[in-house]
């Protein structure tokens, strides 16, 4: 049995296009903001909307094809991990960011097809297949119906 676990599924919307970069020893890192909204009825019955903004890192080859297919508004899924940067501003304050960091990747709309996945060390990708048509993850929250309440129960 696992004595833990750092795992991360996200499904949302590129609020922007993917910032791709390479480092100096060329390779390859896209940075990307991904939405992920939930709503709810408040006390009042009025829809409550929220929106979490979370930036996902992807490596090597999977960096590579976030950087030629994804755009703004492209719908897709993570499964990463968790990992917070450290580090001094010039005040001399510590700062924190905490970044997911991408393992697979599948483009959700019709214009992406395909998941790509990496090895534990972020270098091996298996691209998508021309003919592989995305899968529909958790399509019992697609088209959820909107509770007089908010609550499914």
């Given at each position: 049995?696992?004595?833990?676990?750092?795992?991360?599924i996200l499904?949302?919307?590129?609020?922007?296009?993917?910032?791709?970069?390479?480092?100096?020893?060329?390779?390859?890192?896209?940075?990307?903001?991904?939405?992920?909204?939930?709503?709810?009825?408040?006390?009042?019955?009025?829809?409550?909307?929220?929106?979490?903004?979370?930036?996902?890192?992807?490596?090597?080859?999977?960096?590579?094809?976030?950087?030629?297919?994804?755009?703004?508004?492209?719908?897709?899924?993570?499964?990463?991990?968790?990992?917070?940067?450290?580090?001094?501003?010039?005040?001399?304050?510590?700062?924190?960011?905490?970044?997911?960091?991408?393992?697979?990747?599948?483009?959700?709309?019709?214009?992406?097809?395909?998941?790509v996945?990496?090895?534990?060390?972020?270098?091996?990708?298996?691209?998508?297949?021309?003919?592989?048509?995305?899968?529909?993850?958790?399509?019992?929250?697609?088209?959820?119906?909107?509770?007089?309440?908010?609550?499914?129960?």
């Amino acid at each position: 049995m696992a004595r833990s676990v750092n795992k991360v599924i996200l499904i949302g919307n590129l609020g922007q296009d993917p910032d791709m970069r390479y480092t100096g020893s060329g390779t390859a890192l896209c940075r990307m903001g991904l939405a992920t909204n939930e709503g709810y009825k408040d006390r009042e019955g009025q829809f409550v909307e929220k929106t979490e903004w979370h930036t996902v890192i992807a490596w090597g080859r999977m960096a590579e094809i976030c950087g030629e297919y994804l755009t703004k508004g492209s719908r897709v899924y993570f499964e990463g991990s968790l990992q917070t940067n450290s580090w001094q501003d010039r005040e001399g304050n510590t700062q924190q960011k905490t970044e997911i960091r991408a393992r697979e990747m599948m483009m959700l709309d019709s214009r992406g097809k395909g998941t790509v996945q990496t090895t534990p060390a972020q270098e091996a990708v298996t691209p998508p297949a021309a003919d592989q048509q995305p899968a529909q993850v958790a399509p019992e929250y697609e088209d959820a119906p909107e509770y007089e309440d908010g609550l499914p129960f």
